[in-house]
Nanobody
Framework: QVQLVESGGGLVQAGGSLRVSCAAS????????MGWFRQAPGKEREFVAA???????YYKDPVKGRFTISRDNAKNTVSLQMNGLKFEDTAVYYC?????????????????WGQGTQVTVSS
Protein backbone atom coordinates (compact mmCIF):
# COMPACT_ATOMS: atom_id res chain seq x y z
CA GLN A 1 0.00 0.00 0.00
CA VAL A 2 1.25 3.46 -0.93
CA GLN A 3 -0.20 6.69 0.42
CA LEU A 4 0.40 9.93 -1.44
CA VAL A 5 -0.01 13.46 -0.12
CA GLU A 6 0.38 16.48 -2.38
CA SER A 7 1.30 19.98 -1.32
CA GLY A 8 2.36 23.27 -2.82
CA GLY A 9 -0.61 24.33 -4.92
CA GLY A 10 -1.86 27.89 -4.95
CA LEU A 11 -2.67 30.98 -6.95
CA VAL A 12 -0.14 32.48 -9.35
CA GLN A 13 -0.22 35.00 -12.17
CA ALA A 14 0.29 33.93 -15.74
CA GLY A 15 3.97 33.65 -16.51
CA GLY A 16 4.80 32.81 -12.91
CA SER A 17 6.14 29.67 -11.30
CA LEU A 18 4.87 27.16 -8.80
CA ARG A 19 6.18 23.90 -7.38
CA VAL A 20 3.95 21.06 -6.28
CA SER A 21 5.28 18.13 -4.31
CA CYS A 22 4.09 14.70 -3.31
CA ALA A 23 5.19 12.73 -0.27
CA ALA A 24 4.83 8.96 -0.46
CA SER A 25 4.72 6.32 2.21
CA UNK A 26 6.21 2.87 1.78
CA UNK A 27 9.64 1.28 1.63
CA UNK A 28 9.79 0.58 -2.11
CA UNK A 29 9.20 4.10 -3.41
CA UNK A 30 12.19 3.89 -5.76
CA UNK A 31 10.55 1.00 -7.64
CA UNK A 32 7.50 3.04 -8.61
CA UNK A 33 6.81 5.18 -11.61
CA MET A 34 5.57 8.48 -10.21
CA GLY A 35 3.24 10.54 -12.32
CA TRP A 36 1.48 13.88 -12.24
CA PHE A 37 -1.99 14.31 -13.68
CA ARG A 38 -4.34 17.25 -13.71
CA GLN A 39 -8.05 17.75 -13.98
CA ALA A 40 -9.75 21.01 -14.90
CA PRO A 41 -13.47 21.60 -14.21
CA GLY A 42 -15.62 19.72 -16.70
CA LYS A 43 -12.65 17.91 -18.23
CA GLU A 44 -11.14 14.47 -17.91
CA ARG A 45 -8.06 13.82 -15.85
CA GLU A 46 -5.02 14.13 -18.11
CA PHE A 47 -1.42 13.06 -17.95
CA VAL A 48 1.17 15.77 -17.31
CA ALA A 49 4.52 14.13 -16.57
CA ALA A 50 6.10 11.04 -15.08
CA UNK A 51 9.45 9.77 -13.85
CA UNK A 52 10.52 6.16 -13.55
CA UNK A 53 12.91 4.22 -11.32
CA UNK A 54 15.89 5.17 -13.51
CA UNK A 55 14.94 8.87 -13.44
CA UNK A 56 13.80 8.74 -17.04
CA UNK A 57 11.13 11.36 -17.60
CA TYR A 58 8.22 11.82 -19.96
CA TYR A 59 6.08 14.92 -20.51
CA LYS A 60 2.82 15.81 -22.15
CA ASP A 61 3.62 18.02 -25.15
CA PRO A 62 2.00 21.26 -23.90
CA VAL A 63 4.19 21.32 -20.79
CA LYS A 64 7.51 20.34 -22.37
CA GLY A 65 10.12 22.97 -21.69
CA ARG A 66 8.01 24.57 -18.96
CA PHE A 67 7.53 21.81 -16.39
CA THR A 68 10.20 19.65 -14.76
CA ILE A 69 9.49 16.49 -12.78
CA SER A 70 12.01 15.21 -10.26
CA ARG A 71 12.18 12.66 -7.48
CA ASP A 72 14.17 12.15 -4.30
CA ASN A 73 14.16 8.48 -3.40
CA ALA A 74 15.86 9.13 -0.05
CA LYS A 75 12.95 11.37 0.98
CA ASN A 76 10.19 9.49 -0.86
CA THR A 77 9.13 12.61 -2.68
CA VAL A 78 8.34 13.63 -6.23
CA SER A 79 8.00 17.23 -7.36
CA LEU A 80 6.76 19.14 -10.35
CA GLN A 81 8.37 22.51 -11.00
CA MET A 82 6.07 24.58 -13.18
CA ASN A 83 7.44 27.65 -14.94
CA GLY A 84 5.83 29.94 -17.48
CA LEU A 85 2.40 29.04 -16.19
CA LYS A 86 -0.58 29.71 -18.43
CA PHE A 87 -4.25 30.15 -17.64
CA GLU A 88 -4.93 26.77 -19.23
CA ASP A 89 -2.67 25.10 -16.65
CA THR A 90 -5.34 25.79 -14.04
CA ALA A 91 -6.48 22.47 -12.58
CA VAL A 92 -6.32 20.16 -9.62
CA TYR A 93 -2.99 18.39 -9.80
CA TYR A 94 -2.77 14.78 -8.68
CA CYS A 95 0.22 12.64 -7.82
CA UNK A 96 0.00 8.97 -8.82
CA UNK A 97 2.11 5.84 -8.43
CA UNK A 98 2.50 2.63 -10.40
CA UNK A 99 4.98 -0.16 -9.92
CA UNK A 100 6.05 -0.79 -13.49
CA UNK A 101 9.23 -0.73 -15.57
CA UNK A 102 7.79 1.43 -18.34
CA UNK A 103 6.02 4.78 -17.97
CA UNK A 104 2.22 4.66 -18.13
CA UNK A 105 0.42 7.76 -19.39
CA UNK A 106 -3.19 6.74 -18.82
CA UNK A 107 -4.87 7.42 -15.50
CA UNK A 108 -6.41 3.94 -15.25
CA UNK A 109 -2.93 2.40 -15.28
CA UNK A 110 -1.97 3.94 -11.96
CA UNK A 111 -2.74 2.16 -8.70
CA UNK A 112 -2.34 4.88 -6.09
CA TRP A 113 -3.49 8.49 -6.02
CA GLY A 114 -3.16 11.51 -3.81
CA GLN A 115 -6.04 13.79 -2.88
CA GLY A 116 -4.96 16.55 -5.27
CA THR A 117 -3.82 20.12 -4.90
CA GLN A 118 -5.37 23.13 -6.63
CA VAL A 119 -3.28 25.22 -9.01
CA THR A 120 -4.92 28.40 -10.23
CA VAL A 121 -3.30 30.65 -12.83
CA SER A 122 -4.79 34.10 -13.22
CA SER A 123 -4.65 35.74 -16.62
Amino acid sequence: QVQLVESGGGLVQAGGSLRVSCAASGRTFSAYVMGWFRQAPGKEREFVAAIDWSFRTYYKDPVKGRFTISRDNAKNTVSLQMNGLKFEDTAVYYCAAKRKLSIPTMAYEYDYWGQGTQVTVSS
